[in-house]
């Protein structure tokens, strides 16, 4: 170097310079190799150059070394950055590795999620198919009559709802019939369940021949529904005429003719009612009218009915509490004897003051008997007659007459009951009669006739009331213990035509009987010396007096008068 002209050594050294400059980034990697490599190229010539005699030498050894030491600081940054950068990159790499291997896991666990839920969706499938088989099945049992076969309450109610709805749209009439059977009871009590059932779904098949199986309903019992879309009232009535005719037609079952007949209730949707339910309680209301009146025909709904059972309902609810509200008392109408036309008893009578209106017994006695309350009000009717009739003056002999309904008779407590009323009034009991309408007679025999004979035990009398009208058999009666026929209303008002007949047969029958007469509704002097002239034993009616309350009735036995005419 020391012999090197400037320009050959100026060249060599921005060649060296320019190597050590350019390898820095080069070798930036690694910077002890980028340091070493830069200062290798360097510093020698910077040392050298700097002991050079030759001035320009010198000079250039001091750029030199101070370039030497600038360049530590560049290739450590440098190296440093390019080492971040390396691995930074080589950080990314793994990453991308990573993300692969990732990817491929998430895919086959993809993959693997996919066959599983193909598989699931197949058990689903199978599970879905079973499922509605069974529900089927469930709702099948549900809504099916296990006997008959037809739908049960439930089922008929939304049939019925549905067709009255699509009805809505095509505006038809849907007529609904209730059906009941009569007689169902005896045959199945009679011959048994077995023999009932097979009733049951004989009958039911018989109706499937009017109706679709899913328009046929069996409510419970021997009841029945039957749907008849598109029917005007003219074809409903028709179509119920039918089917009673054909339920009537003989049932064998084990070699047994059996006889059937049916009450029908129709009502009408849209024109008496468009929920379903209320027309089910329309026709039913329908079907007991029927029953009730002894028509073995349908009968229509008509809003008249649904007013009389409403004033029913309002009755039976104020009844409920008349006791209770003191608004029952009794009236009392004599029973004279014929000859002398002196009251010998009296006949007690129910009145019930309900709002201020006095209501006849005729109006509430049949819904008290059908509801039960008659057992309550005629216990209370026994006492009150008891408690009245021992104050009676002047009339030691003077009995009291006492209506006894059936219902009440049969009751178990009524005996019981007969007995605590005679020993808190301290009535004699012989002047207490108990009148049983002849209607009663019909059925229960032997419990009637163990209750008579109750009765009379006790020395109480026993009277038959509106004799003639009730069909009962004078075999049975002549075994029963009575003590008076009372001639019913209706043949003393034809006593002076065909009535005379019956008067004069009922006599000879009370003779047989060794029975009193007595002829109820007596209105003329007339009919009472008609009757007298036949030999009735008494009479009573409004010739002689009307029935009275208690008080008034005190007054006119304090009075002493007898009963000779009409006191209105
Ligand atoms: P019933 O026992 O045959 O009583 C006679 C009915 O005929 C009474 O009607 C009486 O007021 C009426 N009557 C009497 N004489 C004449 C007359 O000359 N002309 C007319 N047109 N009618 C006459 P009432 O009081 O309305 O009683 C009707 C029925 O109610 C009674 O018929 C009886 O079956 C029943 N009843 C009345 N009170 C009671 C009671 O406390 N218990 C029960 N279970 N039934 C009763
Ligand atoms: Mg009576
Ligand atoms: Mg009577």
Redesign the pocket.
């Known amino acids: 170097m020391p012999t090197m002209g400037v320009a050959e050594f100026c060249f060599t050294a921005i060649v060296l310079s320019s190597f050590a400059g350019g390898a820095v980034p080069m070798l930036a990697a690694n910077k002890v190799i980028s340091l070493g490599y830069s200062l290798t190229l360097l510093l020698p010539i910077g040392i050298v150059t700097l002991n050079s005699e030759q001035v320009y030498q010198a000079q250039l050894g001091y750029v030199v070394i101070p370039l030497s030491l600038l360049m530590i600081p560049i290739c450590l940054k440098t190296s440093e950055f390019t080492q971040g950068a390396i691995r930074q990159r080589l950080l990314n790499n793994q990453l991308v590795i990573d993300m692969a291997q990732e990817k491929e896991r998430v895919a086959a666990a993809n993959r693997e999620l996919k066959a599983t839920s193909a598989e699931l969706n197949q058990s689903n499938s199978i599970l879905e198919q079973e499922i509605k088989k069974r529900t089927d099945e469930i709702i099948q049992i549900s809504n099916l009559d296990p006997l008959t076969q037809v739908s049960n309450r439930n089922a008929f109610t939304q049939n019925l709802d549905t067709i009255i709805r699509a009805s809505e749209h095509n505006k038809m009439p849907v007529a609904l019939l209730f059906i009941d059977l009569n007689g169902f009871k005896k045959i199945n009590d009679a011959m048994g369940h077995k023999v009932g059932d097979q009733v049951l779904v004989t009958v039911t098949q018989r109706m499937l021949a009017f109706s679709e199986t899913s328009k046929v309903g069996r409510w419970g019992g021997d009841e029945f529904l039957v749907i008849l879309p598109y029917s005007d009232k003219q074809t409903a009535l028709s179509i119920s005429k039918a089917i009673i005719k054909s339920i009537e037609k003989p049932i064998e079952v084990n070699g047994n003719e059996l006889h059937l007949s049916a009450s029908i209730g129709i009502a009408m949707s849209p024109l008496h009612s468009q929920s379903a339910t209320e027309l089910i309680q329309l026709a039913d209301i329908s079907m007991c009218e029927q029953k009730e009146n002894g028509v073995w025909a349908p009968g229509m709904f008509t809003q008249a009915l649904l007013a009389k059972i409403e004033s029913s309902q309002t009755i039976l609810e104020g009844l409920q509490k008349a006791i209770e509200l003191k608004q029952l008392s ?2 009392y ?1 004599p029973i004279v004897n014929s000859a002398e036309h002196r009251a010998e008893s009296y ?5 019930w003051n309900f709002n201020g209106t006095l209501v ?3 109006n509430f ?1 049949p819904l ?2 059908k509801s039960g309350l ?1 057992k309550e ?2 216990a209370w ?1 026994l006492n009150r ?1 008891c408690m009245d009739a021992v104050h009676w003056p002047n009339s030691e002999a003077a009995s009291v007459s ?4 059936v219902i ?1 008779l049969m009751d178990d407590g009524f005996i019981r009951h007969l007995d605590n009323c005679l020993q808190s009034s301290r009535l004699s009991p012989d002047r207490l009669h108990l ?1 049983i ?1 002849e209607s009663t007679f019909v059925e229960n025999e032997q419990k009637i006739r163990f209750q008579l004979d109750q009765i009379q035990q006790r020395r109480v009398k026993i009277s038959i ?2 004799f003639g009208t009730g069909y009962s058999s004078l075999s049975q009666l002549q075994t029963l213990p009575v003590n008076f026929i ?1 001639i ?2 209706s043949f ?1 008002d034809n006593v002076h035509g065909k009535g005379e007949a019956i008067i004069r047969a009922t006599q000879f029958i009370a003779r047989e009987l060794n029975c009193q007469t007595i002829a ?4 003329t002097k007339q009919q009472a010396d008609m009757l007298f002239s036949m030999g009735i034993d008494y009479l ?4 002689f007096s ?2 009275v309350p208690h008080k008034a009735l005190l007054a006119w036995q304090e009075s002493n008068q007898p009963f000779t005419k009409h006191t209105d």
């Open positions: 009794l009236h109408q006949e007690a009578l129910l009145r006849t017994p005729d006695i008290a008997e008659i009000i005629g009717v007659a006492v209506n006894v309904s009440q009148e309408t009331d509106d009372k019913d209303k003393v109820e509704g007596v209105e009573q009616g409004f010739y009307k029935p």
